[in-house]
Structures are given as structure tokens and as C-alpha cells.
């Protein structure tokens, strides 16, 4: 009975959101008011109209509900494809976007489904300098070593190092994307998703095959910022989409800080910008967990992994896996036998744990 009541209620929540001229705020008006999706879809007209912004077009809208078969089929798109769909009555759904006036109405998930109580957004440029990408790497191995989540937005550049950063560490990380999770945007960062999927949480408000388009980035900003207490831009031009999340950071009363440059670098004058604006001014990660008053607890010690470490299964993977010798998925999947969504899984993990590395050509090695 709990998973028809769940799924009658995903339902719900989608026959709400495509009704045209129902978005994130009117939805979340009318959940608030009748508590429940489905109490909404039962609701009479009068007890809509009494409802801001429920126009009389809007609720003829919600009444045809046209797109109910496509509804259902994709829940059983999103079950063959390991995709959870949340719903803001859904008990996995992040906490901290609960309060948010303008929460989604649906995320699509993929991964642990683990919403650390200390998050930290780095955000910056695509187009980042050198000095920019370390500091995004060493303020995330930072964060994730005291058990900070690390959250980011999966583009090139900035978001891309703050990701691997977390990673490398065994941290947790978030990617909030600007497409469905079957058509991630850029799909150079495929492998990258995958790795999050195994230790982090790969999120997006868009059905799974849905293209990126230009204008979901700015509105995909406002989760990145939801999830967080604070969010820090590590490099961002005057341009930039990172400051669009410092603005919903600010809208939704978390903490914003930058890390300052140079007044010749033209790819960080954005975050001078925010700094000069009352922004706060960091140039550590220490200086993060000051401004929020947060314990910097001691570093977690990463351990050597070894087969025994990784248990069986893992360490007959590792034994195919010859020193010095790099090897390729097929060439690793003649040696053990292992079908190929397994072994990438495999892989995917032993990536995130430190103990083999993907390197050009998708070939692996023993680290």
C-alpha cells in the first residue's frame, strides 16, 4: 500500500507540474495548502481559485491532466534505468530544499541518496586559470576529509575540479545538472557522473533524456545554493553563471564568500566584484568553516586499500589488473570472466577509492 500511495502521489506531483501555468512557486503554494499532490488533483475549483495565481485556464489545465500516460511510463522508464524520482513529500528528499518557496516539485536521482548536514558549493568559470583549478581541488579535498559535502554544478572547468577534489578523497560529493541524467551536458564528464553515482548523488529536475538548454542553468543554480550553508566562488568572470547562484544564495539566506585574484585576471574580476559587494573574502577553506562557526574536525586518514582492504571480489579484479601494465575494459573482461556493466561498476568504484586509475584512452592501472 506505501509504494502505491508513493507512486499515486509522484503521479500527482507530475500532472501538477505540466499543467501550463504552474511552476515552481504556484506548485509549491498548492502543496503547502492541501498538503498533499493528490489532495490538490481532488480539490474543487472554488478551493483552487483561492489559491494565487490559480487562474481559470490554469485549472482547466490541471483538470485534463493530458499527459498522464507519459507520467506513467516514465516511472517505469526511471525503475529499468536506476533513476529514483523524489517528490517533496518523499521521505529522501534533500532537507534542506524543503523551506524553499521554489523547491522542485520532482528531482530526478541517481546515487547513495546521502544529504551531508554541512554542504559547501564551489562554483567558478569554465574557463578557469591554473591557480583557480587548485584551489577549487584543495578547498574540496579539504571540505571532504572533515565530512563536508561537496557540491557542484558537473560543468567544465571549476565545477569539474571541486568534484574530482571531493573524490579523490572518498568524500562526498553532489552534481546538480542542467539536463536529464541520460544526456548529461558535457558528456566529456560522463565517466566523472558515474564516479559521483558511486560515492555522491547526480540530481536534475529534468526528465532523463532531456537535452541541456541554456536557460536550465540558471535555474538549476537555485538547488545548487538550496542544498547549502554557504557558497564560495572559487573563479568567475564579470560573466557568469556562479555569480547567478551567489544571488540565489543571498535570496535564500546562506552565506556567500570568494576567493580574491589578481586585478589582471580577467576570469576572476566577478569575484572581486562580489568581495567589493560585502561578499566574504576567503583565501583558505579554514576561513569557510570560520565564517560558519563549524568545528574543523582532524582530517579522516585515507588507507592504503589492498585487496584484503577491498575484499574478495574487488582484489580478483585488482589481480587482473597487472602492474605497469595498463589494460583496457575489454581486455579486463577477458581476464576475469566479469560481464561489462559490472566490471565498469567495479572500476567506477575502485576509482573512487584510490586504488586504480582511469588514464587516456580508457585504459586502467593499478594506482
Known amino acids: 500500500m ?24 504556484i506548485g509549491n503554494r498548492l502543496l503547502r495548502a492541501f498538503d498533499s499532490a493528490q489532495a490538490v488533483l481532488a ?36 525503475a529499468e534505468r536506476g533513476i529514483r524520482i523524489l517528490t517533496p513529500a518523499s521521505p529522501e528528499y534533500p532537507p534542506q530544499l524543503l523551506t524553499l518557496d521554489d523547491r522542485p516539485l520532482i528531482l530526478f536521482v541517481r546515487g ?15 574557463l578557469p586559470s591554473p591557480s583557480g583549478l587548485r584551489a577549487a581541488k584543495e578547498f574540496a579535498r579539504f571540505f571532504a576529509l572533515r565530512g563536508i559535502g561537496v557540491v557542484s554544478g558537473l560543468a567544465r572547468g571549476i565545477d569539474t575540479a571541486a ?33 559521483l553515482e558511486v560515492r555522491g548523488t547526480v540530481i536534475s529536475e529534468y526528465a532523463p533524456d532531456e ?73 583558505s577553506p579554514e576561513e569557510v568553516l570560520q ?34 601494465e595498463p589494460a583496457t575494459a575489454d581486455q579486463l573482461a577477458d581476464r576475469t570472466g566479469w560481464e561489462t556493466p559490472r566490471l565498469l561498476r567495479a572500476l567506477a568504484e575502485l576509482e573512487v577509492r584510490g586504488a586504480v586509475a582511469c588514464l587516456p584512452g580508457q585504459r586502467w592501472c593499478r594506482r
Open 2 to 25: 506505501r509504494r502505491d500511495a508513493g507512486r499515486n502521489e509522484t503521479l500527482a506531483t507530475l500532472a501538477i507540474r505540466s499543467a501550463a501555468g504552474i511552476g515552481s512557486v
Open 43 to 78: 480539490a474543487s475549483d472554488t478551493e483552487l481559485r483561492a489559491i494565487e495565481g490559480m487562474r481559470p485556464d490554469i485549472i482547466a489545465s490541471l483538470r485534463r491532466d493530458e499527459r498522464r500516460a507519459e507520467h506513467t511510463a516514465l516511472l517505469g522508464l526511471c
Open 112 to 126: 547513495a541518496l546521502e544529504w551531508p548536514e554541512r554542504c559547501v558549493a564551489l562554483v567558478g568559470t569554465r
Open 163 to 195: 568534484h574530482e577534489g571531493a573524490l579523490d578523497c572518498d568524500g562526498i560529493s553532489l552534481a546538480v545538472v542542467g539536463s536529464g541524467l541520460d544526456a548529461l551536458y558535457p558528456p566529456e564528464n560522463q565517466d566523472l557522473a558515474r564516479r
Open 211 to 283: 537535452e541541456a538548454q541554456s536557460f536550465h542553468f540558471p535555474v538549476r543554480n537555485r538547488i545548487i545554493s538550496g542544498l547549502v550553508q554557504a557558497v564560495v566562488v572559487v573563479e568567475a568572470p564579470r560573466r557568469s553563471g556562479a555569480l547567478g547562484t551567489a544571488d540565489w544564495a543571498l535570496d535564500q539566506g546562506r552565506e556567500v564568500m570568494a576567493i580574491p585574484a589578481g586585478p589582471f585576471t580577467p576570469s576572476a574580476q566577478g569575484s572581486v566584484d562580489l568581495i567589493k559587494k560585502g561578499a566574504g573574502c576567503v583565501t
Open 291 to 324: 565564517a560558519l562557526r563549524w568545528d574543523a574536525a582532524a582530517p579522516r586518514t585515507l588507507l592504503k586499500l589492498t585487496e584484503g582492504t577491498l575484499g574478495m571480489e574487488f582484489g580478483s579484479l585488482l589481480e587482473a589488473l597487472k602492474p605497469g
